[in-house]
């Protein structure tokens, strides 16, 4: 298993220093997905003896996606761990340390290979709070970066959060904004229990405002990215700018859509979908993994469940074509939600 | 036979290994009596080990186990009642009930189970090595697994990644010749087992599993040496389990004069003819043993049976720290 | 066969409910009968065995034929009305009950008029199916609608989503009522309107036969009316003919009914909430026992008093047309009764499932098109009754108030009135106590 580095723009020269200088409140900075993602990652480390980072790749590197660059130098080999290519093993060392004592934050590759390290996730991390009666608590947080890339066909593709996010025991969260990429890892370590967290192969490149002193965010709530009142869009982690850009190109066809983010995939923020379709009556889901039993399947049937009274119109679900991901760029397209299919799905919504 | 060991430690040897053998033939009469369910692995034969290895490690180590630990459970110092309550699902088990005879816990005893997936305990070993090193605490941790875990990916990932780390990890290697139903040479290309940990940069020995001084004094040394900063260390402990692989298991792929051979070596007489040539426990000793265990056993079962079974409504905790 | 209707001359039994040996009770539903108008459900009034069926399902029997035979050995019964039907034989009822294992060939539906036939059984079938019933082709005896029919018509039913369903529960319509504009025609939130509307009859989806326009000069065919338009057209002639009108008209101030109406809603769930229209049925009747000389019937040049009031509502129907249920004794209810009657009644007038006792008697009637938009109505008496009240829409209106001009929710209220019975000063008076009524709100309690 092998993966160049992939992130849109080259890997950053610059100095790993991401913190804004500015202390003015109310004050933005523009930042990268990656820099923010540092940013949480140099905190983390310097705020917590008990904190290591671990992973492939992850110290001389720089990290496959230069997220952990300079972290090596700056923090030491004791507490940035280049690992061996062994999934299983370093994810369950990460499982170990955890409950010896440390916050281990092991970073896989990508969620391609975190399948070797499923048994780990599944039947140890998520697992040995309830089998030991509430004995061992096992604070760990796995970061995974995730999504399709550039043309990197089938094996290196996959939107696989879904999986984890079927499993009791396990947080799994889903960053689609800089602030939530800088603040989701401090809540995670903080929690008693284990976190996923899914970062999008594609931002990593990409921008957005950064509030000064922005600082944790809550892994609770989905949240409500644009307002509006005609058909409730929801997506999370890379559909999100599908689905943002769907709701601009939907206000200039007198459709006003809203558009949440649902951050957290497990646990589900149900109150604030049931909330928004509620007001909508009209719901799309955007999904970049698989329709059969994705994760869109989950809110769908919740909808179905706790909102049918509110319904004017079936559910729609623009999701991942049932296909591995193919390498020619136009199908690699054509496989994905694309903003046309998700205006075509909201306009039959509102009839 | 070898090593040097003082009476007191013989006589605490040999009581381990019957409170082991009787509670383990005690689960047979409660399985087929229904009142333990699902999957139960014995250790009948295997004592030896469980008294040697676990006696070597000092309170603030750790142990890791697999689905076949009621005895390294007994010798961490887990009462019979937490053993027999947990089999019978009630909430005064070590694991609350919840686990049953595969996911025996204690974390006062640093005892981490109790694991089902084989090898599956192995990366977790890694990892309190890693924590106790990053932490400077003098602890080891031993990791119990069988020769099946052997084949594992995992076993692999992880000798590697604690020898690479220079962890201190035992890991020890319960050979009782079979993986389930399958022969030790038909699973591996090269059975020795000691040699292929060597080769991963660790301190390596092959033990006598059924002489449990021996077993005592190997696993010492293992633990000496990662305590003191030599690495990880592994114990090939070659052993024989006399009855099949679990309750379900009808056992027809081992030769019966093989298992007659073995039983000709059961540590536990083993080591009660050892002592009683030494002088240190004659018959009436013995029986005197012997019916105090017994009196262990049925007080526990008692106290187990008397346990409390969990309320449906409590189904959900323990998934998370704040579940309900 | 009973009088089901002031003009009507004889109707035709569509289903027997009941058979030879079935033990009946006076008020039990025995048969359904169609009149030009509708369907009606019939009552029996005696209590007793049934012996006899008489008249055989399909059969047009002139009013006051005997239908069937009770034997009335029960101490219990008691003389009915004058037009008790006597209950006879056992005839097994025509309607198909058993689902066909193989459906038989379908004689062609015989739609001749679009206002069809159906049992309550068939009816029944229907709006679970969420269909209208009376749309639906017939391909039984006489173009009765059977199950089969049903059955048939539920692979194109109309589809409604489940917050329209809502909506339209909530608000008192029938999804059977309402037409759909979402995709395949589903019924939308956007297409249940508001509360208290009265449908308008719908507009044409196809364009009418008669379409040519006159300048082209080819000739016109008129479409046949339906059965139930000729009917309303005949009482209509008949009223304009027979009746001298007068019309009296006052416009009434509203603010202070419907601020109390507006509190009062507070504290009811959403189904129980009293609408304008109940404020105003209750004014009427109430109006009409201070002024009892206009709830009455006017039989061979003389006044007869209703005992009681027995109001007439005028309810529009979806396929066009009128439907006028009655509620009876509507003087013994209070305001939220009567609006539960009321929103009761118009549905059921609606989907075509009016019962005998509720399609005659009536001592007044009341015409409501406000929600049509209209300002004003001047009716057309429903003899023999000698006055139609009517109320149009509620506006805001420049209203004087203590000599200041105020903007006011006015509504106008009109009275038609049979002049051989009242004058026009009587008229004014039940106007006048209308208006009264709707100034002190607290009495419409």
Known sequence: MSIQTTSASEPSASTPSAQPTSAQPGVKTEITFREAYRAGLREALAGDDRVLLMGEDVGRYGGCFAVSQGLLEEFGEHRVMDTPLSESGFVGAGVGAALGGLRPIVEIMTVNFSLLALDQILNNAATLRHMSGGQLGVPLVIRIPTGPGRQLAAQHSHTLEGWFAHIPGLRVVAPATVEDARGMLATALADPDPVLIFEQIGSYGLTGELPDGAGPVDLDRAAVRRPGTDVTLVGYGGSLPTAIAAAQELASHGVSAEVLDLRTLRPLDEATILESVGRTHRLVLVDNAWRSGGPSAEVAARVAEHALYELDAPIERVCGVEVPIPYPEHLQEAALPSVADVVAAAMRTVG | MSGVADDKEMLGLFSGMLRIRRFEERCVELYSAAAIRGFMHLCVGEEAVAVGVIGALGESDAVVSTYREHGHALARGMSMQALFAEMFGRTTGCSRGRGGSMHLFDSSRRFYGGNAIVAGGLPIAVGLGLADRRLARPSVTACLFGDGAAAEGEFHESLNLAALWRLPVVFCCENNQYAMGTALARSHANTDLAARAASYGMRAWSVDGMDAPAVRDAARMAVDTARGGGGPCFLELRTYRFRAHSMYDADRYRDRAEIARWRERDPVELMAERMRCSGLLDDDGRSALEAEVAQEIDTAVAEAEAGPVEPVSELTRFVTAGAR | ?445
């Open chain 3, 1 to 445: 066969m009973p009088a089901l209707g002031a003009d009507m001359e004889s109707g035709t039994v569509v289903e027997w409910l009941v058979g030879p040996g079935d033990v009946v009770r006076r008020g039990d539903v025995v048969a359904v009968v169609d009149t030009d108008k509708a369907a009606i459900d019939v009552e029996c009034f005696e209590s007793g065995v049934v012996e006899r069926l008489l008249v055989e399902p399909g059969s047009k029997v002139a009013v006051g034929a005997p239908l069937a035979v009770i034997g009335v050995g029960s101490p219990a019964s008691a003389a009915g009305p004058a037009p008790a039907p006597e209950v006879a034989a056992p005839v097994p009822a025509q309607t198909p009950s058993e689902p066909a294992h193989t459906p038989s060939p379908v004689p062609a539906p015989r739609c001749s008029q679009p206002h069809i036939v159906r049992s309550p059984l068939v009816r029944r079938d229907a709006v679970r199916a969420g269909l209208d019933p009376t749309r639906l082709p017939g391909s039984g005896p006489g173009g009765v609608v059977t199950r089969d029919d049903v059955r048939r018509a539920r692979s194109a039913r109309p589809r409604i989503s489940p917050y329209a369903r809502r909506l339209a529960t909530e608000r008192g319509f029938a999804p059977t009522d309402l037409r759909g504009t979402g995709p395949a025609g589903v019924i939308l939130a956007r297409d249940v309107p508001a509360s208290g509307a009265v449908l308008a009859p719908p507009v044409p989806t196809t364009a009418p036969r008669s379409a040519e326009s006159p300048a082209s000069g080819r000739p016109v065919t008129p479409a046949p009316a339906s059965a139930g338009r000729r009917a309303t057209a005949a009482l209509m002639a008949r009223a304009s003919r027979e009746i001298p009108h007068y019309y009296l008209s006052a416009d009434i101030d509203l603010a202070a009914t419907l601020e109390r109406l507006r509190t009062r809603n507070l504290e009811l769930p959403v189904a129980a909430r009293l609408l304008p229209a109940a404020a105003l049925l209750r004014a009427t009747v109430l109006a009409l026992g201070v002024v009892p000389e206009l709830n009455g019937h006017w039989i061979d040049d003389g006044f007869v008093p209703g005992e009681g009031v027995h109001l007439g509502v005028a309810v529009s129907l979806r396929g066009g047309g009128l439907a006028v249920p009655v509620i009876r004794d509507a003087d013994r209810l209070d305001l939220e009764s009567l609006m539960a009657r009321m929103r009761d009644a118009g549905a059921r007038a609606r989907a075509g499932r009016l019962r005998s006792s509720e399609v005659s008697g009536a001592t007044a009637t009341v015409t409501n098109l406000g929600e049509q938009g209209v300002d004003s109505v001047a009716g057309v008496i429903h003899p023999p009754q000698v006055a139609l009240i009517g109320f149009g829409a509620i506006r805001p209106r420049p209203w004087v108030v203590r000599s200041e001009v105020l903007a006011r929710p006015i509504v106008t209220a009109t009275l038609a009135a049979d002049h051989r019975a009242t004058d026009g000063a009587v008229g004014a008076r039940l106007l006048h106590a209308v208006d009264r009524y709707l100034q002190r709100p607290e009495e419409l309690d």
